[in-house]
């Protein structure tokens, strides 16, 4: 009598609570779902503009067989740019995909991150000239870290890449690095453009990009941002920006010194 009722009722609730639960997880599938149809749509448009492009360029040089000799090398120029655009989108998304991996953990190593940052300015700073823009590297204290060198790397790779590319001529660069008794910073601000405050929210979604038209010419692809962040993340790390339209940007990395496994 009172005691089956009791179970059953207990039964009821039981079932109440289980497609509740079952309903969220529902929920969040459609959503991850969703998110990878985009992701696979946003590819799939990423990587067909330079092959539509591609396939212009080399039909109409195909259609007229007496095309000069100057109009052949302006097109084959064009394909070349064309195929470095579409080989760096590749390049990106396969490091995108490999940062995405949550199981993937990183492959730590105590490092110099003095020395990993001088590394990274050394090769960034002939390509900073060309604007005759300044890169400065400042030190406040020897930063030894347990990182996975290539993804910190890539990550400070890449916001050094935008504070140049997103700058003006005869602008600075300044890198700085620091550390507290459990966290290294690295700091890279520049003396760009800025980003729009309703923008600053979205920049580390995959392919956002400010002004499209313009980034593509600066050869954004839109997935620098996502690669840093992904890689910060996975060292229990965190990334901040601060901007100010017109003035320039700062962006900060927080890394813990030891790994947290
Ligand atoms: P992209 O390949 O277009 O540079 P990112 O993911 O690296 O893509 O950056 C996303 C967008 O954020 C860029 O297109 C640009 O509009 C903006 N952005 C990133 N870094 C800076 C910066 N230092 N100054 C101004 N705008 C920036």
Known sequence: ?????????????????LSDAF???????????????EFVSNVSH?????????????????TQPDAPAELYKEFMGDL????????KIINDLLSLVKMD???????????????????????????????????VFESFRPVNAEVDEVKISLAITNLV???????KEGGWVHVSLNADHKYCYIEVADSGMGIPEESVEHIFERFYRVDKSHSREIGG???????ARGAVVMHRGAIKVYSQLGEGTTFTI????TYVR
Do not use: C, F, W
């Open 101 to 135: 991996k949550t199981a993937n953990t990183p492959n730590v190593a105590m490092e110099n991150m003095n020395e990993l940052v001088e590394k990274i300015l050394k090769r960034l700073r002939p390509i900073a000239s060309m604007q005759n823009i300044e890169v």
């Open 46 to 62: 990423e990587l067909k503009t330079p092959l539509t492009s591609m396939k212009v360029l080399s039909d109409s040089l195909l």
């Open 80 to 87: 070349s740019e064309e195929i470095e655009r579409e080989n």
């Open 161 to 167: 890449e935008n504070a140049i590319k997103y700058n």
């Open 254 to 257: 927080r890394i813990p010194l």
């Open 221 to 227: 692809t839109g997935l620098g941002l996502a690669i």
């Open 1 to 17: 009598g009172y005691d089956d009722n009791y179970l059953h009722e207990n039964a009821y609730t039981e079932t109440v609570l």
């Open 23 to 37: 309903n969220k997880m529902l929920e969040r599938m459609k959503a991850l779902d969703d998110s990878r149809n």
